[in-house]
């Protein structure tokens, strides 16, 4: 059975200011989603990835994870799992439109 990625998933693990002032998070790749011939979706996470080490604030247990669109959406399913965590160039998803991507 085959399948495709159909998003990275990042954290925000830190907040800085550029040049300008203008406030933006650093982000970390910590996997992806993956949806199989059929339909069904599945996601993989890095097995070093650890939610306690994302930073929280106003002391909330959460962890949001973040789902960003490849941009090179015409790789195979083994570059997929092979891929490193850079991602640079990559699609914002529509809900995080004042924030880059560094990575």
Not at 2 to 8: E, G, L, N, P
Not at 20 to 49: A, P, T
Not at 65 to 92: C, L, N, R, W
């Amino acid at each position: 059975m085959a399948t495709k990625k159909i998003y990275d998933l990042a954290v925000a693990t830190r907040r800085y200011s550029d040049r300008d002032g203008k406030e933006k998070s650093s982000y970390e790749n910590v996997g992806s989603v993956l949806e199989m011939d059929d339909g069904g979706r599945m996601i993989l996470l890095k097995r070093s990835f650890n939610p306690a080490g994302v930073p929280f604030k106003d002391g909330s247990d959460q962890v949001i994870i973040s789902m960003f669109v490849p941009k090179d959406k015409e790789q195979s399913p083994a570059q997929e799992q092979h891929s490193t965590a850079k991602a640079d160039g990559y699609q914002k998803s529509a809900s995080f439109d004042d924030e880059q991507i560094p990575f």
